[in-house]
């Protein structure tokens, strides 16, 4: 997977399918997505392409009072890696980019990135005052030749999948759970020192402090979590990937 940051950058000498979204988690529902992302791609002989946030939108829309996030920019790319993505497009999430019209945007994708598809989720909204939603598309799909899919809502044992939903196990301690919602496990990209990891983003959640089986760098192994540390079995240094 090749990651661009900014849509200026990115270059294509083929056909795309693209989907947009902050992504947060990586979760079940949007596995759901990108696995028709995929599919339309491979469909319409072109390559998938997923445009994310940096930072987050409510951050910007000053709407994050107290929300943490489940992945960083790098713990997404991990995870959109593992779906086969062919592309990871990083836009940075500021009020000019807030302020403009969903057809600008969608327009620009069709030219700038040559896109020939866009699958969207059941409840997506974007573009200055969330107009862009599935039926605002279809006008403009039909004008410019390309086509939209609508992803509808997944759910996990009967529990819907959202990652305002894992953030909410993952504060009450229900990692298990978490992990079955997300279809994988938490996921901590860091670089630790003689087996100390130090998360300075405050902004990335982390379990409650405690002792923890996972895995790291594909070695099972046992953890602590204390506040903003996350301590190893071995001294390890160098950057790490723990899957809780």
């Known amino acids: 997977m090749t990651i661009h940051h900014g849509i200026e950058e990115f270059c294509s000498d083929g ?3 693209v989907t947009v979204g902050s992504f947060d988690g990586v979760h079940g529902g949007h596995a759901q997505l990108l696995g028709s992302l995929c ?3 491979r469909r319409l002989y072109a390559e998938s392409v997923v445009i994310t946030f940096d930072p987050h939108p409510r951050i910007v829309m ?10 960083s920019v790098e713990e997404r790319a991990y995870l959109l890696a593992q779906h086969g993505v062919d592309h990871l497009v990083v836009v940075r999430f ?8 969903y057809e600008t945007f969608v327009r620009s994708l069709a ?3 040559k896109m020939r598809g866009m699958v969207v989720g059941y409840n997506h909204r974007f573009g200055r005052g969330s107009e862009g939603r599935f039926e605002s598309l279809q006008p ?6 390309f086509e939209v899919e609508r992803v509808e809502q997944h759910t996990e044992g009967g529990d819907k999948v959202s990652s305002t939903v894992v953030r909410r196990l ?3 301690g229900r990692m298990q759970r978490a992990a079955e919602i997300m279809s994988h496990p938490y996921i901590i990209i860091g670089v630790a020192t003689e087996g100390v990891v130090c998360i300075k983003d405050d902004a990335k959640q ?4 405690g002792q923890y089986d996972a895995v790291v760098n594909g070695k099972q192994m046992s953890i602590n979590i204390d506040n903003r540390l996350v301590l190893l079995d071995e001294k390890v240094t160098g950057r790490v990937v723990v899957e809780l």
Request: include cysteine.
């Open 111 to 113: 030219e700038r990135v």
């Open 62 to 71: 000053g709407r994050a009072e107290g929300m943490q996030l489940l992945t």
């Open 94 to 101: 500021d009020e000019a980019f807030r302020t403009q019209s």
């Open 140 to 145: 403009i799909a039909e004008e410019l030749g």
């Open 206 to 209: 982390l379990p409650r402090s």
């Open 170 to 172: 993952i504060e009450d």
């Open 39 to 41: 599919c339309m791609a």
């Open 15 to 17: 056909a795309t399918v």
